[in-house]
């Protein structure tokens, strides 16, 4: 079969050139059956997602008709891109909003004489694929759907790289082996690159591809929506703030498992070095948002402290079950726990300080069989509190016996960190533990 040339940059691709049977769906049916999910977005956020699913759908049927072995069914395409379209980690909003920031970042750098004008397809395109490998359909040999293991956000930069290579040829990208080079490595800056490797990262990647990567860390105004968004999927996984070093921090790597905590996340991506960003714009906001960071942090887990409680004193009064598990998917529900310690509930009938004393042990259990292998000799701390089948809470949050207590060990927590990586430590050194 001849290849399928579809523009994915034009604004209205058209994704069918063949005559579409009766038992075919278009992509105007699949857009009109996710109406429900796009009347939830904002007007801009809409427009984006609209056509964001009309490159996706034109995508989808290139590999239909030129690669079968990958083709996924309609259905469970049109549920993977409902989920793209609600997730509020890696979604469309997210999309939408790297996208805006990629202009902001490209117009800045053209207006400086940095760069030239970019073409805003190309920018648009990046943003919509580069967190898509977490969402697609994956296919066996069989051509059946492997089901997500929860890993797969782990390797979606791998994933999307290699569709894009895959039908590049008749995507109509002006470079797509490009597209693919900078889609997989735009996550690169968690490997918290030495100067002289940015700097030969960025002569690999083109300058799209450059604002993508800058833009991805920051997008979004408001601090306490980034620290939401980032701990949105991962609340009742895995802890926000262990007794870790600064050192131990900044040996964490994404997507490595065990050792981390939410704290080892966060400071990577909101203290990040200069070097860490290839755009002037890039590391002119990261300062910008390196200065609203502390007070944000304080705030936002201030907010989180209080809640927690709140509902811990609620669910005493109200005789709730508050379990202890690691949160994840049972028999559809995604808020069900799959892994518990051997004491499974959290007893609420003790004196405070015997129920933060309950809080400090369970930060320190480790989950069992829960190590990636790829990585001995870390262990996977995540043991959380489900209250009343419904709320997840954080322990390592909760511990602190009250809210200056918790206010230190953030203090202490990012001051460590930032010393760390501060003149005149030309070498890593280890700190004491300041928690």
Known sequence: MMPLSVDIFSPEPKIFSHKVSKSERTSESIIAELEQHLDLLQNGEKEFAERALKCLLGISELVRLNESELSAPHDVLQAALGRWLNDPAHGVKHSYAVFQRMLEISGAEASAGRSKTVNHRELE???ILHDLGEFLPLLNQDNQVIPDTGRQFQRHDLIIAALVRKIGKALGASDTQQLAKDLKEHDYYWSRPTPDATEEMKNHLSFA?????????????????????????????WYFLRDLTAANRERWMVRSGGIFDGMSAILTEFCGQDHWFYTE???????????????????????????GWALLRQAKENNWTVEIGIKGEKNGNK?????????????????????????????????????????????????????????????SVLRFSSLEELAQALEAAVDAYQDYFSPPAATHR???NLL
């Open 281 to 307: 714009t890039g590391k002119e906001m990261n300062h910008k948002k390196q200065e609203l960071f502390r007070p944000e942090l304080m705030s936002y887990y201030t907010e989180q402290y209080q809640a």
């Open 335 to 395: 808020n069900a726990i799959v892994a518990q310690p051997q004491r499974t509930y959290l007893d609420l009938n003790v004196s405070s300080d015997e129920l933060h004393a309950q809080l400090d042990l369970l930060v320190q259990q480790a989950v069992p069989n829960r190590s990636n292998p790829q990585f001995p000799g870390k262990e996977y701390f995540g043991y959380s509190i489900l209250i009343n089948s419904k709320e997840w809470v954080d322990p």
């Open 209 to 237: 591809g450059q604002t993508l990567a800058d833009a991805d860390r920051l997008v979004g105004e408001n601090i306490a929506e980034s620290l939401q968004r980032n701990r949105a999927n991962s609340l009742g996984k």
């Open 430 to 432: 280890s700190l004491p």
């Open 125 to 127: 395109i990046r943003a």
